[in-house]
């Protein structure tokens, strides 16, 4: 006869990873990433990840001074963004303004009317800022579509995401795309580069970090950004004369869809994977972020209900309980659960509260940390082995180690940032799977300042390359 305890333990082991599998992963991770960078037609598929070039080369130094714009578009908010680079080892200024989407400007026949509305924000916030109209502001950009970049000022949009339907825009340029209607509204603004949200994030610490070699997003998505030579990329192999081959270049892991051979998946997992709008992909996305964390959480909860492992039960009394109902144990909870001390009142909260199940014991509200604790450091170690993959990788290539300064890591985004035993947890499984030499010299790093921040030193960085262009040429 199956104990309670037995039931619990066999769910703890599903979610332990051992060491051999960490050490597994990183090795696949290795190869994913080697033969991601061989790829010499992006429209090819031989990888997990598609090791995207940002074209943003070189490091900045804290030392470059200027004004420089950033305009993200997220879903149905506008966000504008100036920074004014102070130079002396990484100071700034920071202004920036949030505008939302109306309804009606997010489908039509002409996406003309959606840039318009861009542009009049950029412009309100230029005179909320009080900028000169005599000066042309370089700025960079982050639009949430689906863009194939061929240069750092040149993309072809794909696929609009988010809700957004102008079918005229696709195939279109989305840098000349805003460029141009910017000019037309006498905007002073001449758009120099487009951003990644890992490469911005790399790029907002560096500037006051410029040790920092990789940037990683993880919120409710995951990516990864870090430098490499421009010789080990397939698509650049062929142009790489001397110079050109011992410059280092910011990639793109886009490594959220990395997973389907080399990580240790669960039931739940597998459950959860075909549920969800986009089965078969994105898989480390799904083992390890804010967007389903809670859901498998979640999961795990119904099952041991379901094998009356808890006392408590749906409340008849309620319309619905809501911890049956799928994506309605928020990921947060899991923070507030696995942080409950004593008593665990807030995990009472949670579940008879927010979760809308009936009276719960102390041991029920045991268990429910406990698989908090479960999910959310598999998460974890997932997500350092991940990182540990890439400094591996860049330590054995020689990529952008400096003796002097370290090696840093930027890593922005709500999960890492508010999610109390993540950061630890992950620099604890960096650690266990790098070099210890390497690993002395290495440090974690929240991003303090937005993303978009990051954008606007890719303003900078592309006025650096044009400039240092234009002294060799």
């Not at 290795?30 to 490091?59: C, F, H, Q, W």
């Not at 479960?374 to 974890?380: D, E, F, I, S």
């Not at 390497?438 to 606007?456: D, E, T, Y």
Request: glycine residues 8%; hydrophobic residues 40%; contains cysteine.
């Amino acid at each position: 006869m199956t104990t309670k305890q037995d039931l619990l333990t066999s769910v703890e082991n599903v979610f332990r990873v051992t060491n051999e599998q960490l050490t597994q992963l990183v090795g696949g991770f290795n190869e994913e990433m080697k033969a991601g960078l061989n790829i010499t037609n992006r429209a090819t598929k031989g990888s997990e990840l598609k090791m995207i070039p940002s074209y943003v080369t070189g490091y900045p130094t804290g030392n470059e001074k200027g004004t420089y714009l950033a305009l993200e578009i997220s879903g149905v908010d506008i966000y504008v963004c100036q920074v004014k680079l102070k130079g002396e080892g990484g100071k700034l200024a920071i202004n920036q303004y949030q505008y939302k989407i109306p309804d009606n400007l997010t489908a039509g026949d002409d996406i003309g009317v959606l840039i318009d509305y861009v542009a009049d924000c950029v412009s309100d916030f230029q005179q909320r800022v009080g900028a000169q109209h005599q000066h042309i502001y370089p700025m960079a950009i982050s639009i949430g579509f689906a863009v194939l970049q061929t240069s750092l000022n040149r993309g072809i949009i794909i696929a609009l995401e988010h809700g957004f339907e102008f079918p005229n825009v696709i195939g279109c340029d989305a840098v000349d795309l805003f460029d141009s209607r910017f000019r037309e509204k006498g905007l002073a603004v001449k758009i120099v580069a487009m951003a990644n949200d890992g490469v911005c994030t790399l790029l907002a610490h560096a500037y006051q970090h410029p040790s920092t070699r990789i940037g990683v997003i993880h919120s409710a998505g995951t990516n990864c950004a870090y430098y490499d030579k421009v010789a080990n990329i397939g698509q650049f192999r062929q142009e790489s004369q001397a110079a050109a081959a011992q410059t280092d270049m910011i990639i793109n892991t886009e490594w959220c869809n990395f997973g389907s051979k080399h990580l240790p998946r669960t039931t739940f997992d597998d459950e959860l994977d075909a549920q969800s709008n986009n089965p078969g992909i994105h898989h480390f996305e799904k083992m390890t972020t804010g967007m389903y964390l809670g859901e498998i959480t979640r999961q795990v909860l119904v099952y041991l209900m379901d094998q009356n492992v808890f006392t408590f039960e749906v409340d008849e009394d309620e319309d619905e309980c809501l911890l049956l109902v799928p994506y309605q144990f928020d990921t947060s909870y899991m923070y507030v659960c696995e942080a409950d001390k004593d008593d665990l009142e807030d995990t009472r909260l949670v579940l008879e509260d927010m979760c809308r199940v009936t009276e719960t014991s102390l041991e029920d509200r045991k268990i429910v940390k406990k698989v908090c604790e479960w999910v959310g450091h598999r998460a974890a170690l997932l997500l350092g082995a991940s990182i540990a993959s890439v400094v591996k990788y860049m330590v054995e290539d020689g990529i952008g180690i400096d003796d002097a300064q370290g090696f840093a890591i930027a890593i922005s985004g709500d999960v890492y940032k508010d999610y109390p035993s993540f950061h630890p947890r992950v620099c604890e499984a960096i650690k266990a799977l790098i070099p210890q030499e390497v690993a002395s010299k290495l440090s974690v790093g929240i991003v303090q300042h937005s993303r978009i921040v990051g954008a606007a030193i890719v303003a900078m960085m592309a006025e650096k390359m044009d400039q240092q262009d234009t002294v060799m040429s």
